[in-house]
């Protein structure tokens, strides 16, 4: 009998130790780290903000070891402060921050920081009371987008032997309140200040998108006066799109009669310098995935990250248009 207990008892054992390690193979397992991270994209406004979503979501996928929680605030400040808050409670690794607004942050990111999640910026930039509420910046040089476009635009004239004539300039603006509005408006108004004979008779928000271009345009051509225009910076390429819309039906030719600067540098805006109707676009980089990618990885190895990280950027026209479209990923 006791035999047959310890048989029974063998048998029992094995089989266990059998059906434990089946369920094993079923299962795979490895001992990499998933990280979870939370990204509050700002809209979904231009195109490009979509090639800079489609930045992260090829970036932070399975296979490069995340798991990306996205969230579309389409141009809402609450809505964005209602994923972080979401962001939080779910216990993410790392946040993502494009920011809608500069201001309005300090309480939710004083709530990231307790929870102990890092906060890194995508894009635009904050105004904090604490700056070690976030982590570090990525993006593009704003200001510095201002100020080529302005040298651009002097070399231009320069060749064109209007350096010395009036030039009257309309600044169709972005976002108000959004860093990239603020570093461009900054960076145009200086050169108009620089320039003795440079008019600046007109300065609105298109909220940097087509239509908003389109519609603001036509605004200020019944108050200014097409024949009243000389140059044209849309601070971002959306809103140029819809103001050359708005130029050809006041019977003007963009790019010939109206000199038309913009920003971000799309694939669509190469085609449009190509066909004459846009002269410059000064490139605002969107592929900050890979970047954000390395500065977590960065973060995982123990080591430090610098606060701020500029992409780098370019200016394009048609000179350079042409060799520069092929490879254009956004």
């Known amino acids: 009998m006791k035999i047959l207990r310890f048989l029974f ?13 089946s369920k094993k193979g079923d299962v795979k397992t490895d001992n990499k780290k998933v990280i979870t991270v939370g990204y509050a994209q700002v809209g979904h406004e231009s195109d490009w903000r979509i090639a800079n979503t489609k930045s992260f979501k090829d970036t932070f996928t399975a296979e490069n070891g995340y798991n990306l929680i996205f969230v579309d605030a389409d141009n809402s400040h609450d809505k964005q402060v209602e994923a972080m808050r979401d962001f939080i409670a779910k216990k993410v690794d790392y946040i993502v921050l494009a920011p809608a607004v500069e201001t309005g942050w300090d309480d939710i990111l004083k709530e990231a920081k307790a929870a102990g999640i890092p906060v890194i910026l995508s894009d635009r930039q904050l105004k904090v009371s604490d700056e070690s509420l976030y982590l570090c910046w990525v993006g593009g040089n704003f200001l510095r987008e201002g100020r080529e476009a302005v040298k651009w635009l002097d070399r231009y004239l320069e060749k064109a032997g209007r350096s010395e004539d009036i030039i009257n300039i309309v600044d169709l603006q972005g976002t108000l309140g959004s860093s990239a509005q603020k570093g461009r408006t900054k960076g145009i108004a200086e050169g108009i200040r620089n320039h003795e004979s440079w008019r600046l008779v007109a300065k609105e928000s298109g909220n940097f998108n087509q239509e908003g271009g389109r519609q603001t345009m036509a605004k200020i051509i019944s108050e200014v006066g097409a024949d009243k225009i000389d140059v044209l910076f849309a601070e971002n390429d959306d809103m140029a799109w819809g103001a050359i819309d708005s130029l050809r039906a006041a019977g003007k030719e963009p790019g010939k009669d109206v000199i038309v600067i913009s920003f971000d540098a799309v694939g669509e805006t190469f085609k449009r310098i190509l066909k004459g109707e846009i002269n410059c ?5 969107p592929l900050h995935g890979p970047r954000v990618d390395e500065i977590i990885k960065t973060l995982e190895r123990g080591e430090s990250v610098d606060r701020i990280q500029y992409v780098s950027e370019g200016v394009f026209d048609i000179q350079n248009a042409a060799a520069a479209l092929p490879t254009r990923a956004y």
């Open 281 to 285: 676009t000064c490139e605002c980089n």
């Open 9 to 21: 008892s063998a048998f029992a054992f094995s089989v266990l130790v059998f059906s434990c390690s």
